[in-house]
């Protein structure tokens, strides 16, 4: 089976008012011409029910579920069933910024609190967008060894049935944000995605049907070419998925590529 192309915008905390999340969001779905590709927001919360109601062209997805289900004592925390009632069908789990140790450790989630929310999610039918990548690079490639544990921890005990139906984002930490040292390069990614391919192979026993590897970090209409040529299953925007221009240039560039 051909899965479709996904382009996936994460808001992260922008923006300020619902008023300019339904402008972006309306932005983007009136505009968009998309048949070959699939493509998601994944907004605050807050904004999440209220945008799913104008159109059903763009999915929705969240940036985090509770390490609970269901409901709770557990303050200030949002469960993956409470998103499947409202219908949003990703969840981006494993992001750096919510990692500890690097860049704003917010929450600090560990390998294993990633693996718990992405058993959750799945249990609960909500796709998580997996993000791994590494800090930076070293001339011995140690960071190889880094993004093999990372993987292998996040993605354990989870069946092969389930990892093929996940989204794997490449996201290496120096390319994200607007501090960026630089984007990776679509031959970095090539290469990255080979070796994601051989893990999951060699540890999950994945041979057929892998999952849809993305790359984010700085991504922009100007580069996307380049990643697709390379064998990208699609992105995760950051920045550029709060202009609805570059957004709908970016989903349409993928549209193109076959
Ligand atoms: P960026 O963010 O596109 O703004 O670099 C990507 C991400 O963190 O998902």
């Not at 910024?97 to 039918?125: H, T, Y």
């Not at 997996?130 to 544990?149: M, P, T, V």
Request: with cysteine; net charge positive; aromatic share 8%.
């Amino acid at each position: 089976m051909i899965l479709k192309k996904i382009i996936i915008g994460n808001w992260k905390m922008n923006p300020l008012t619902m008023k300019e999340a339904e402008k972006i969001f309306s932005g983007i779905s009136k505009n968009l011409k998309n048949k070959k590709t699939e493509v998601a927001i994944c907004p605050p919360f807050l904004y999440l029910e209220k945008l799913g109601k104008i159109s059903k062209k763009v999915s929705l997805g969240a940036q985090n579920i509770c390490l609970e289900n269901g409901v709770g004592s557990y303050t200030g925390e949002v469960s993956a069933e409470m998103l499947i009632n409202i219908k949003a069908k990703y969840v981006i789990l494993g992001h750096s910024e919510r990692r500890a140790g690097v860049l704003a450790p917010l929450s600090g989630e560990s390998n294993q609190d990633v693996n718990k929310k992405i058993k959750m999610a799945l249990d609960s039918s909500l796709v998580p967008v997996f993000c791994f990548g590494e800090n930076e690079r070293d001339e011995n490639h140690e960071y190889l060894i880094f993004i093999k544990k990372q993987i292998e921890e996040c993605l354990e005990k989870i069946s092969k049935e389930n990892i093929s139906r996940m989204i794997i984002a490449y996201e290496p930490i120096w390319a994200i944000g607007k501090n960026a040292k630089r984007e990776a390069t679509p031959a970095e990614f090539r290469e990255m995605s080979i070796y994601v391919k051989k893990i999951l192979s060699d540890k999950f026993g994945i041979k057929i049907n892998m999952p849809r590897i993305i790359y984010g970090g700085s991504v922009h209409p100007e580069n996307v070419q380049g990643f697709l040529a390379e064998g990208a299953d699609g992105f995760l925007v950051g920045r550029d998925s709060l202009d609805v221009k570059k957004f709908l240039s970016i989903v349409s560039s993928a549209e193109t590529n076959f």
